[in-house]
């Protein structure tokens, strides 16, 4: 049971509730004044993590030490190579190099779907409005992962037609890379 004056005080001085200021909002979240970052507390009521990503590679993100898993696509392994006209370049690397310069230091949010079988969060990630996974197929930087959703197939379509990415090049799919 809490008491009336504990409560009359979080009602009053809220940032005393989380030890700095700043108003939630609808979901549990807000802008630090101390440090400008943008987080939310009671995540785990959510299933959503929110912050300044770290890129693992062209499909993972790290959020505060929370592994990431981009829904729905895959994208060339670190290590993997492509070919363009006979040369190889690592098209991996560059997939996480994108990824890595289109976020930048800004927040970012990931709605969780479900985790993988190494305890990844498996989540449809934003930057504001802009849906990642789908800028990472349709930039032509990771395929649509057919075998786990469907979302992004159009998308690398056109990648494809235009010539973007990866498909500037003869390259394995990254599932059958791994596969090897």
């Known amino acids: 049971m809490i008491s009336v004056p504990l409560v009359t005080t979080l009602l009053l001085f809220p940032q005393l509730a989380f030890g700095h200021g700043g108003g939630l909002d609808a979901k549990g979240c807000h802008q630090n004044r101390e440090t400008g970052e943008y987080h ?30 981009l829904h729905g696509i895959d994208a060339p392994e670190s290590a993997q190579l492509c070919h363009q006209n006979g040369t190889p370049w690592r098209c991996g690397q560059q997939a996480a190099l994108q990824l890595s310069e289109f976020i930048g230091r800004t927040t970012i949010s990931c709605e969780h779907r479900n985790t993988d079988r190494y305890g990844r969060i498996v989540a449809t990630c934003f930057l504001g409005s802009q849906d990642l996974n789908r800028w990472m197929v349709s930039e032509g930087w990771a395929l649509a992962y057919r075998q786990y959703s469907a979302d992004y197939i159009i998308d690398e379509a056109a990648a494809k037609a235009a010539g973007q990415g990866v498909w500037t090049s003869q390259f394995e799919a990254p599932w059958l890379w791994r596969r090897r």
């Open 40 to 69: 939310c507390h009671h995540k785990e009521k959510y299933g959503d993590v929110l912050g300044t990503a770290s890129v693992i590679d062209g499909d993972t993100l790290e959020i505060r030490g929370t592994r990431i898993r």
